[in-house]
């Protein structure tokens, strides 16, 4: 029996039931710790999966080896050089990974009802970083991964194109800040974490504030955040819409100015660092409207006035949502992809119409809880979704370049 099984004896005696759940909560959490974006214009980043370029180390499942595991630890030496010095500690075993998710999802119960169960992890690029708390026991665990984006996805406007992401699981959040210790001195010997296109990223419960402090240290920023409004959640009441104004279900005949407003929105986050212009942008934008234009029932929205559309609001049905499903809490969950008011309209009351068109529709159509990303830096976006009826759920902080990161 190894250490780990004598610590964690009955996690030692899982039945195959439960090893075929944990099984099926790891492919869960591929998607999910991949942080996939979906392939349209949105209010930021999303992407369905699959990721064609997805990195093994992201789309693989977490297996824990009963071996010593070889961990660099990053010293500091003369002439500005980091060097790493090699240590060989325990290899964490299922038993200590899922007592560590145990802990992290009681925390997570805690702090917010919409978060889900701490799903599977990703198999990572290498050992998984390890942090021991103050009685020695093991308290947290982080894999990193990383991924290229390609460039015939259209997921690539929603960030940069290398993400090197870490998923951690933490008993107590007060130990991030030696995680992410440990996971600089990774990025710190990689040639593609100093690349320009490049970013350290960490997905954070945004309402666990224990461990703001410690991504603040590391120099990492609040870019992004995942929204959620559970069903019937009514937002203040919005106003009425000016006269002249029509807000219908988007037909294939609109492609053109439908697919210019979606570009409207990325054009309007590439101002805050969430959405990147690439030279593929605009073919795999109209691609995206054209296939959600021709989909009946329609899942996308348009304020038209006088013959010109001047407002979209365009949701991800339930199955397509599955990759960020995973994020919340179980239950049929679609996702907000992009929400846009031509600048002309905006201020009269055009924006709320338009999300209670969509949240009529989507309470009628059974869905139960709806996700969206928006940019923590643009100013209209926290006060229209929070008067929308939506509240923060994960925190998206990056450091740009990955190895940007501070030690
Ligand atoms: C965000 C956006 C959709 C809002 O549309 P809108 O038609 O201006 O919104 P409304 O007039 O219905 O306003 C609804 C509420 O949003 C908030 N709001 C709207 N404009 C605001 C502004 N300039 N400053 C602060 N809050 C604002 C207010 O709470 C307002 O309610 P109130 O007027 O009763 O106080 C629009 O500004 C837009 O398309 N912006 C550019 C793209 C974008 O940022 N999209 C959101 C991405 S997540």
Request: with cysteine.
């Amino acid at each position: 029996m190894s250490s780990e099984r004598a610590k964690y004896p009955l996690r030692a005696r899982r039945s195959a039931k439960a090893i075929s759940r944990a099984v099926h909560a790891v492919n869960l959490a591929v998607r999910k710790n991949s942080t996939p974006r979906a392939g349209a214009a949105r209010c930021i980043p999303a992407g369905p999966a699959p990721f064609r370029d997805a990195n093994a180390a992201c789309t693989g499942r977490y297996s824990p080896r009963r071996v010593l595991r070889v961990q660099g630890t990053a010293r500091a030496r003369g002439r500005g050089r980091e060097v790493t010095e090699a240590k060989q500690v325990p290899w964490p075993g299922p038993d200590v990974v899922d007592d560590l998710s145990e802990a992290a999802g009681s925390r997570w119960r805690a702090i917010d009802p919409m978060l889900p169960a701490p799903g599977g992890l990703p198999a990572g690029c290498m050992a998984p970083l390890a942090v021991s708390g103050t009685n020695g026991l093991p308290a947290g665990i982080g894999l990193c991964c990383h991924r290229r984006i390609a460039d015939d996805v259209l997921d690539q406007v929603w960030g940069t194109i290398t993400r090197i992401e870490l998923t951690p699981r933490l008993r107590d959040s007060a130990v991030l800040d030696d995680l992410l210790g440990q996971w600089r001195g990774h990025l710190a010997a990689l040639p593609e974490a100093s690349g320009k296109d490049s970013a350290a990223v960490v997905n954070w419960p945004s309402r666990d504030i224990g461990g703001v402090n410690a991504l603040l240290k590391r120099g990492m920023q609040p870019l992004t955040v995942i929204a959620v409004r559970p069903a019937r959640r009514t937002a203040l009441a919005a106003a009425g819409i000016s006269p002249g104004l029509v807000i219908r279900e988007g037909e294939p005949a609109d492609l053109d100015a439908a697919a210019e407003l979606e570009m409207g929105v990325i054009r309007n986050d590439a101002h805050f660092g969430t959405a990147i212009m690439r030279p593929s942008t605009g073919t795999l934008v109209r691609e995206d409207t054209r296939k959600v234009l021709t989909g009946r029932p329609g899942w996308l929205w348009v304020a038209e006035r006088a013959g010109r559309l001047v407002g979209l609001v365009h949701v991800q049905p339930p199955p397509d949502s599955d990759w960020i499903a995973v994020m919340t809490r179980p239950g049929t969950t679609a996702y907000l992809q992009t929400m846009y008011v031509t600048p002309d309209e905006r201020g009269s009351g055009l924006g709320g119409a338009m999300v209670k068109r969509a949240h009529d529709e989507l309470d009628a159509r059974g869905v139960l809880t709806t996700l969206l990303h928006y940019s923590q830096l643009n100013p209209l976006s926290v006060p229209f979704w929070s008067r929308m009826g939506y509240r923060p759920l994960w925190t998206t902080w990056e450091a740009r370049p990955a190895a940007a990161l501070r030690s």
